[in-house]
């Protein structure tokens, strides 16, 4: 007969946190929210660190390249979504990489004698407003000069005329010796008044370009995910059918990690990917799951998954549980996946973060999360609402909405995800509809983690670690739960001060 599991399914609704004593060193400001995205030896740092423990959704309706820039300027990191072209998919992880960075590789770059004509239309496909002119139009070609969109206009000047005509020569422009080091190239585009400061070696040739946008932008963001060449950190998706030749592309693109997508992860199927990701490209971090019990985190685990994602059937979109009756409540997965993930810790010396995807219906939500274990939250409801990610802003009668749609839906067709049989859904997983409009990330997830911070002063925690180690949590009851809430008629109107 069939094993019948004694505990019940528990979602985050049925919790809430115990205050612990907030000792006088422990403030909002002090709140450290570091958190590890990959395995990692006990007591040594992780190759990845996420500032913030926030990642999006690998969904058509979320990680697009804005939000992934967006989020990763926060602290946080995106995996952009495989339910699309390998070129497409890598087209967007570049544009993430190319967003910013220290010493930048020039990717808008002319001859002198190419026609205006060419560059405006190359500065419409790179978006980038200043391009390298070199002898030869290529990003290590002896610099010749530099143009920007400021240095003509297409409707005063003749697009035909050569772009000599137009640009600064390097005989004018203040430049940078070969080994300058950021902090001096910083200073020095400040001392002469540039926005661009281009570094050649020694023999003339463009090495790279530096911009002051980056300076500005580094100290508007100051806890950004960023790689060793200070590019904005990406990830990417990838399911269990063209993985062998949609990695190497997302790799040469620039993805920093990689996390296979499937609603039930806990298959020969995803097992065999990770080994053969561990052995052909051992150097990047890749994912695994979904999954909802220890006994699937720990064959994920040995399997290879630098990390897995725990969830099925609780995101706000999802149907599975309704279609399938496969599934569990949020709260109970995470809490049985972290003691099976403290459990390999205590027996290989290697630590595995894990995620939780899905059943986030609240910002208090993602602290229950983290309190029960989870090292970092995946959400996709919560950033489709912002002006980042994909789906259309309508208006409604009672304000505006944002097009969210699930990657189960007729509208997604993910087959890939699923595994229902045949090259496209048998029967949707997932619905397509509207979430209220929320604004600006930055802005939106400023609160969210103000929310988040304020919880663990008042937990007495300055560390997502301390926070694991000393939460304490009690279960709600339906009485309790309806007491949590306001029971006073609201104002519809400001109060009049």
Known sequence: MAQIIAEVSRTFNEFLLLPNRTRTDCSAEMVDLCTPLVRHI????????????????IMQAVSTSDLAIALARNGGFSFLHHNQSIQDQAATVR??????????????????NDPLS?????????????????????????????????????QRHDLDGPISGRMTTMA??????????????????????????????TEGHLQHLVFRSDYADNKRFPNQVVDAAKRLRVGAGINTHDYQERIPALLDAGADALCFDSSDGY???????????????????????????????????????????VGVGGGSICITRDQKGIGRGQASAVL????????????????????SDGGLAHDYHVALALAMGADFVMMGRYFARFDQAAGAKLPTR?????????????????????????????????????????????EGLALTVAKLKTTMVSCGS??????????????VSDQSFQESHANVTLRDTPTTI
């Open 42 to 57: 006990a007591g040594e740092a992780s190759a990845i660190e996420l500032q913030s423990p926030f990642t999006s959704a």
């Open 336 to 355: 049985d996946v972290a003691a099976a993930r403290d459990a390999f810790l205590e027996r290989t010396g290697e630590y595995v973060p894990i995620c």
């Open 267 to 309: 298959s020969d199927w995803q097992a065999q990917a990770l080994s053969w990701v561990k052995k052909h490209f051992p150097e990047i971090p890749v994912g695994g799951g979904n999954v909802v019990d220890g006994e699937a985190f720990t064959f994920l685990a040995e399997a290879g998954a630098d990390f897995v994602k």
């Open 118 to 154: 060419l560059l405006v239309d190359v500065m419409r496909r790179t978006g980038h407003s200043t391009a390298a002119v070199t002898h030869d139009g290529t990003a290590t070609g002896r610099l010749l000069g530099l143009v920007t969109s400021r240095d003509f206009h297409p």
């Open 95 to 112: 544009k993430v990489k190319n967003f910013k960075a220290g010493f930048v590789t020039s990717d808008t770059n002319v001859r002198p």
């Open 398 to 442: 009672d304000g505006f909405v944002k097009e969210y749609w699930g990657e189960g839906s007729n509208r997604a067709r993910n087959w890939q995800r699923y595994g229902q049989g045949g090259q496209g859904l048998v029967f949707e997983e997932g619905v397509d509809g509207y979430v209220p409009y929320a604004g600006d990330l930055n």
């Open 172 to 201: 004018d422009l203040p430049q940078a010796w070969p080994d300058i080091t950021l902090s001096e190239a910083n200073a020095l585009m400040w001392d002469e008044r540039l926005d661009c400061l281009p570094v050649p070696d």
């Open 462 to 475: 300055t560390t997502l670690a301390e926070f694991q180690s000393t939460a304490r949590l009690t279960l």
